[in-house]
């Protein structure tokens, strides 16, 4: 059975850090697209980093590019955000998704939307002025 569970959310103060993780598990094909999107009630969910983990290549929001790092571990399959310099237009539900894909142009986050993405529940951002 598929698992994505993320870790890490906490209440912190702007212009502090926090570092998220993800673990997938029980992927027949282990995963080599993983990305971060987070979620405010009403609205839809902003992809904010993504990886391909077979080059290491990633993307990032304009919102969070110079502030947020991914990177990934192979071995579990893993991937971590690491968030510095954070405000409360941050706080968010922070969702990690994952799906092995053929090709890495595929890697994006509108493929990382689809239905054959797994998703976690995610884990609760709260930046407090």
């Known amino acids: 059975q598929v698992h994505v569970m993320e870790s890490g959310g906490d209440s912190v103060q702007s212009g502090g850090s926090l570092r998220l993780s993800c673990v997938a598990s029980?992927?027949?094909?282990?995963?080599?697209?993983m990305g971060w999107f987070r979620q405010v009630p009403g609205n839809e969910p902003e992809g904010v980093a993504r990886?391909?983990?077979?080059?290491?290549?990633?993307e990032y929001s304009d919102s969070v590019k110079g502030r947020f790092t991914i990177s990934q571990d192979n071995a579990k399959p893993s991937v971590y955000l690491q968030m510095d310099r954070l405000n409360p237009e941050d706080s968010a539900t922070y969702h990690c998704?994952?799906?092995?894909?053929?090709?890495?142009?595929?890697?994006?986050?509108?493929?990382?939307?689809?239905?054959?993405?797994?998703w976690g529940r995610g884990t609760q951002v709260t930046v407090s002025s």
């Open positions: 029980g992927f027949t094909s282990s995963p080599n697209c």
């Open positions: 998704a994952a799906v092995y894909v053929n090709f890495e142009w595929l890697c994006d986050f509108s493929y990382l939307r689809k239905d054959l993405t797994y």
């Open positions: 990886i391909y983990t077979s080059s290491g290549g990633t």
